[in-house]
């Protein structure tokens, strides 16, 4: 009986751990007080898109050729802070998008979460923006984006680039998003795994290559935390792990018309290469490069010659890449 009351005596303090954690949390970030914290937000713009403000930071002059850049799951604008005024001075209108439900767009309830709804918000972004065409560049999550959109909206998409893309539900099988999707489960361990900072560290160490270990921070670590802060950040989280869909991009990858780059890391722990390889089988007009001592966001491990990647493709009216000079920090590139 001991043994018993115990277990219900801990199971009881547990519940009130996590009551005390669902009504004390804030209802959303708000924006006027953190906005001095978030990088480049003097090139924070808001918009209505469907009825949902929409967060996105723009660099470059707008009668240059566009570029939308694609966030990852759990991640901001903030993972573009050091490339997209690069790409930008090479003569580009570079827009970095926070998708619904992260970053400082709008975090509604009654949005599904699925990529397909993404992919439409991003076209009538386009459309709010006035921008015909695009190249369209995604990582991680933002790759399915980017892909969906390439496939239902061809006509919007000037170029594709692709760095560490989600391709397939393989990551389901994490096992915290195999709890997660367990009802009242997730709800109780998502807003105590995403205000973890040794949990965001540790999240981090995976995602980087250990040469780049060094780039983990306080600061880092407080632009990823920061926007999801609060109850509604918790649940997008947890609405797009339950609503991930992305098997239709390696089935669909074959109908991809566009020239295509990607991007993966040597050491990609997330996105294995494996998934780079498949799809540069599959995507006709394809070019795959692999970086050396890189993980999971090339963007942020590799700057200068993921900008210098990125926009020698643009530039080149065939799609090509040189980069002769960094051929040593290059695996392959085929």
Known sequence: MRKRDLAIGAMGLIGGVVAVKMLTREKTVD????????????????????????????????????????????????????????????????????????????????????????????????????????????SSYGGAVAATIALDHPDRVEKLVLVGAVINDDVKNHPLLRLASIPGIGEAMTPFLIDSKIFLRRRMYLTLAPVNHHLIDDERVANVQRPLAAADGHHSVLATSRNWHANRIEKDAHLIVHQTLLIWGEEDKVIPLINGYKLYGSVVNSRLVVLKNCGHVPQEEMSDLFTRLVTEFCHDREGRIEAKENEDMMLDIV
């Open 31 to 138: 924006w006027n007080t953190v906005s001095d914290k978030v990088l480049h937000s003097g090139r924070s713009k808001f918009t209505s898109v469907d009825g949902t403000r929409v967060h996105y930071q723009e660099f470059g002059n707008s009668t240059d050729p566009a570029i939308i850049l694609i966030h990852g799951f759990t991640a901001s604008v903030y993972v573009w802070s050091n490339v997209a005024p690069q790409i930008a001075d090479a003569g580009f209108h570079v827009i970095a998008v926070d998708l619904v439900g992260f970053g400082y767009s709008e975090k509604p309830s009654w949005f599904d979460y699925t990529i397909n709804s993404q992919a439409r918000m991003i076209v009538r972004l386009m459309d709010k923006l006035g921008i015909g065409r695009a190249v369209m560049t995604g």
